[in-house]
């Protein structure tokens, strides 16, 4: 096991580092991280506004809901359409403040400016009086809020390195000079972006950069949304976890564009009155695989509570609360799980294995389809029924995968606590001799 644990760092952590230090991935996960207050009051009023009370053949039918929803429901759209219908707004602004201070430099210029490159590509003003076209503000203008957002970055970096902005003397207020220096990256975004918008809509019918994005990104939304890339990405998450990084911060700065893409596409459709259209969107691997946190640790927290070995017993005890709460730090490198093979092999599976159950469920429509975001502390078996519209279903699978957990990760857990207490033991008897 030893030779084993070597191997893995010796192949893993080198690449781990590097994963971990790539400065787009980091700013693309501030930058949903910015977004996602607005993003989750935006999607929990839609959810508000179609709650499964309106169906008289369900069991749950309300008049006065159906009533009042007949009534407001427009008027209430409003607080949706500013946050979800509008978020790669936030999410522009968030990457690149973060990439420009990745880069050393001002952030609120560096936010601006990537915002600005996104409304330069995806929201043409049309008629008179002009109105901005808003179609590609929310999820499906995802990947050219990041892709159009790093390149404002760069052309901003490489400006200020070569040292061709308006400098003013040092006596300028530090607001009026840093809004002059930001005037020749504004007029390079324009030069550099302009002409692409031009030669697009010459060769389409007003095509936009969205709108050909999503067609060249179409296939891997739709593979994202699949049983493989879900096991990939569960992998990946928690092998990093288990050489000592944090691999959902890794990871899931990328996986979190396909996540926020989906969840657009399943609000469009339940706003509409269709078929849900996405499995793995919004916070379908904090529902259902990271019960407890990474690594479904609650369920382990809930054996150990129990366990022989009064180290374990002590970790497992004071693990319990936080995990409720998908905070499972105290678990992870108190038990330790970290580089700990026994317990390694079950918190790499068992994330792999609730997925896998989760997706054949939701496509089974045991489970409901994901419309809805809560915060991550949001315990899984609550989240799952919240972001889902009240499904039942999906309640009874988070449970019923919390218990799984929690009977898998024992067989493990009492290998693991023979070897501790034959310790203690020794220990024990070590410490009688000595007195």
């Given at each position: 096991m030893e030779k084993v644990v070597q191997r893995v760092e010796q192949i893993l952590l080198p690449i781990a580092a590097r994963l971990a230090n790539i400065k787009y991935l980091i700013a693309i996960r501030d930058g949903a991280v910015y977004a996602m207050p607005f993003l989750i009051v935006g999607s929990l009023i839609l959810l508000l506004l179609n709650l499964p009370l309106t169906d008289p053949a369900n069991f749950m039918y309300s008049q006065w809901y159906t009533d009042l929803m007949a009534e407001y429901k427009g008027d209430w759209l409003q607080p949706f359409y500013a946050t979800m219908g509008m978020a790669c707004l936030f999410i522009s602004f968030g990457l690149g403040s973060s990439l420009g201070k990745l880069y050393g430099l001002p952030e609120i210029t560096s936010g601006f400016l990537s915002l600005f490159a996104f409304l330069l590509v995806a929201a043409p003003v049309t008629g008179w009086p002009p109105a901005i076209n808003a179609t590609y503000l929310d999820?499906?203008?995802?990947?050219?809020?990041?892709?159009?957002?790093?390149?404002?970055?760069?052309?901003?970096?490489?400006?200020?390195?070569?040292?061709?902005?308006?400098?003013?003397?040092?006596?300028?207020?530090?607001?009026?000079?840093?809004?002059?220096?930001?005037?020749?990256?504004?007029?390079?975004?324009?030069?550099?972006?302009?002409?692409?918008?031009?030669?697009?809509?010459?060769?389409?019918?007003?095509?936009?950069?969205?709108?050909?994005?999503?067609?060249?990104?179409?296939?891997?939304?739709?593979?994202?949304?699949?049983?493989?890339?879900?096991?990939?990405?569960?992998?990946?998450?928690?092998?990093?976890?288990?050489?000592?990084?944090?691999?959902?911060?890794?990871?899931?700065?990328?996986?979190?564009?396909?996540?926020?893409?989906?969840?657009?596409?399943?609000?469009?459709?339940?706003?509409?009155?269709?078929?849900?259209?996405?499995?793995?969107?919004?916070?379908?691997?904090?529902?259902?695989?990271?019960?407890?946190?990474?690594?479904?640790?609650?369920?382990?927290?809930?054996?150990?509570?129990?366990?022989?070995?009064?180290?374990?017993?002590?970790?497992?005890?004071?693990?319990?609360?936080?995990?409720?709460?998908?905070?499972?730090?105290?678990?992870?490198?108190?038990a330790p799980i970290i580089m700990n093979p026994i317990l390694g092999i079950p918190f790499i599976l068992i994330p792999m294995i609730n997925v896998t159950v989760a997706y054949f469920a939701t496509s089974m429509d045991f489970a409901g389809r994901i419309v809805a975001l809560v915060p991550w502390t949001t315990p899984g078996p609550l989240a799952a029924f919240l972001s889902t519209n009240f499904h039942f279903g999906s309640l009874f699978l988070a449970l019923g995968l919390l218990v799984m957990s929690t009977l898998l990760y024992l067989p493990f857990l009492n290998i693991y606590s023979k070897s501790l207490i034959a310790q203690e033991q020794a220990d024990s008897v070590a410490k009688a001799a000595t007195a």
């Open positions: 999820g499906k203008g995802m990947f050219t809020a990041i892709i159009v957002g790093g390149i404002a970055i760069e052309v901003y970096r490489f400006l200020v390195n070569k040292k061709m902005t308006i400098k003013l003397p040092d006596q300028v207020p530090p607001a009026i000079a840093r809004s002059f220096e930001s005037l020749t990256p504004v007029i390079a975004i324009i030069l550099i972006l302009q002409p692409i918008n031009i030669m697009l809509s010459n060769m389409g019918d007003g095509m936009l950069l969205p709108e050909m994005l999503m067609e060249i990104f179409k296939p891997l939304i739709s593979a994202s949304d699949s049983l493989p890339a879900l096991l990939l990405i569960a992998f990946i998450i928690h092998i990093l976890w288990f050489c000592g990084l944090h691999g959902a911060n890794i990871v899931m700065g990328v996986v979190g564009t396909f996540t926020l893409t989906n969840l657009q596409m399943n609000q469009a459709a339940l706003a509409a009155g269709e078929q849900l259209p996405a499995i793995f969107a919004g916070g379908f691997l904090d529902n259902y695989m990271n019960l407890g946190g990474s690594g479904a640790t609650l369920g382990l927290a809930i054996a150990m509570a129990i366990s022989r070995s009064a180290h374990l017993r002590s970790i497992g005890r004071i693990s319990v609360v936080p995990g409720i709460f998908n905070i499972n730090e105290p678990i992870l490198f108190g």
